[in-house]
């Protein structure tokens, strides 16, 4: 019959080497992310992380372009969202004049840029809501933050568009 002391020193011994083995592997992974953080950063991304969700609730809430392997969502997520403002500012600069928000998802289309979502339209609304350089300023009109806006057109209420009011006295 074997020893049992030396057989639960053989077992400790194992776990050790078992438990260096993970550390080591541990440590390799740490640098991976700090390799992917300065790659990331380099292009402009950034690294965020992945929140426990119900498989099935994230499949539905996304569309087929933007459901991936989990552990890449959230970049692609944050990616597209940064696209997409980035392009609703140009668009809006260029048009000179108040967008409304349809406009502005044809806008993302053309470019190839996918909004997903239940309702893209307000997670578009949602993206825009981040930027620093547009603001909502009538229900689905989106012009530049700081920026006076043109005081004719659909956006303006009756006032900004110079209608006499009835005058009671």
Do not use: C
């Not at 992917?36 to 119900?54: H, R």
């Amino acid at each position: 019959m074997a020893d049992p002391r030396k057989m639960l020193e053989a077992k400790k011994a194992k776990i050790l080497a078992d438990a260096r083995k993970a550390a080591a592997e541990i440590e390799q992974d740490i640098e991976k992310i700090d390799e992917l953080k300065v790659l990331a950063s380099k292009y402009g991304f950034e690294l965020v992380e992945q929140t426990k969700v119900n498989a099935s609730n994230a499949a539905a809430s996304k569309s087929p372009e933007s459901v991936g392997d989990n552990a890449s969502d959230g970049a692609v997520i944050k990616a597209t969202s940064r696209q997409a403002v980035e392009q609703a500012e140009k668009y809006v600069r260029s048009h000179g004049s108040p967008v409304p928000l349809s406009r502005l998802m044809a806008e993302m289309e053309q470019h190839g840029i996918k909004i997903g979502g239940v309702r893209p339209l307000s997670t578009l609304s949602a993206y825009l809501s981040q930027s620093e350089h547009l603001e909502s300023i009538r229900k689905g009109w989106w012009w530049l933050k700081g920026v006076p806006r043109p005081r004719r057109g659909p956006w303006a209420n009756a006032e900004e568009e110079g209608k006499k009011l009835p005058f009671r006295g």
